[in-house]
């Protein structure tokens, strides 16, 4: 049987992948001198592909899977099955957004306002679409890269992705509309789609990558309590679900074991040992399956 032919994806998610995989339970070894990581499961074959570019591959089976933006599939317009999203980013779990921007000081407060304008993007494509959305008729150039500094110079404005806005800021320009919003995908090839086993194994590799990302941001909370106190304890607890309780040998305690956002710990941790908890253990997470 031939590995599985997957596409990571090279530059800016690449490290968020290889992190990725490593908590879904893979490891992957990247050498900077080759586009072909390691990995240890012999029924994966990786290549590091640019995301741009990804689509392209699956739908031509030169890849039998991989991982891109949304975004890439669309601007392609490859014909791939999209099998899950992967909620997932460079620096967040929030989705990536293309943005309509112009200078601070540029007199652009919608889209119409750029009537006859020239306009520098790498998604020529989505943009032509949300022009035509808007009755705009603007010029779209291709940007080869480093968009933000186009303007004003060579465009009146850019479509460019970003995640928290920042090196727009940096770079002095303002956002006027977000064209698309964007979310990390895993695509197959319809004839992998097709075949029992690429498909039987694209679906476990797609269960505990989701698995993986349900567990960001979370932690497990166990602890110990007298039952006198176990309501007190239940009302400050919040839980992905109902918490486990289990009896200990002693019968007047219990134990309990949930799921909450670690974000919350802080303030948690000191309500539980109010309400009379014991023992309060935090552990963190790889995968939540649900």
Same mark, same amino acid.
Do not use: G, H
């Given at each position: 049987m031939k590995p599985l032919r997957l596409g990571l994806p090279k530059g800016s998610l690449q490290d968020a992948t290889v992190q990725l995989f490593a908590r879904a339970g893979w490891r992957i070894t990247v050498n900077s001198r080759s586009y072909y990581p390691?990995? +240890? +499961?012999?029924?994966?074959?990786?290549?590091l592909v640019r995301a741009q570019e990804m689509a392209r591959y699956v739908e031509t089976g030169a890849l039998d899977a991989g991982i891109t933006g949304r975004d890439w599939v669309l601007e392609t317009g490859a014909d791939v099955v999209? &099998?899950?999203?992967?909620?997932?980013?460079?620096?967040?779990?929030?989705? &990536?957004?293309?943005v309509l921007a112009v200078p601070e000081e540029a007199p652009v407060h919608s889209p119409r306002d750029l009537e006859g304008k020239t306009i520098a993007t790498e998604v020529v494509s989505i943009t032509k679409k949300y022009l035509a959305l808007h009755g705009v008729n603007a010029r779209v150039e291709f940007s080869w890269g480093a968009?933000? &500094?186009k303007v004003p110079q060579l465009a009146d404005a850019i479509v460019e992705v970003t995640e928290t806005g920042s090196s727009l800021r940096a770079h002095?320009?303002? /956002? &006027?509309?977000?064209?698309?919003?964007?979310?990390?995908?895993? /695509?197959?090839?319809?004839?992998a789609s097709a075949d029992a086993w690429s498909a039987e194994k694209i679906s476990h590799l797609v269960l505990l990558l989701q698995g993986a990302i349900s567990a960001y941001n979370k932690v497990g909370i166990m602890l110990n309590v007298r039952r006198e106190n176990l309501n007190r304890v239940l009302e400050a607890l919040p839980a992905l679900k109902n918490p486990t309780i289990s009896t200990l040998s002693d019968p007047d305690w219990v134990a309990i074991n949930t799921i909450v956002d670690e974000d919350v710990v802080r303030q948690l941790i000191p309500r539980l040992k109010a309400a009379q908890a014991q023992g309060i253990v935090e552990y963190p997470l790889n995968k939540i399956v649900l």
């Open positions: 390691a990995i +240890d +499961d012999p029924e994966i074959s990786c290549m999209e &099998v899950a999203e992967l909620p997932y980013a460079k620096q967040s779990l929030a989705p &990536v957004r293309w968009t933000e &500094v002095r320009l303002r /956002i &006027v509309d977000t064209v698309l919003e964007s979310r990390t995908v895993f /695509i197959a090839n319809r004839a």
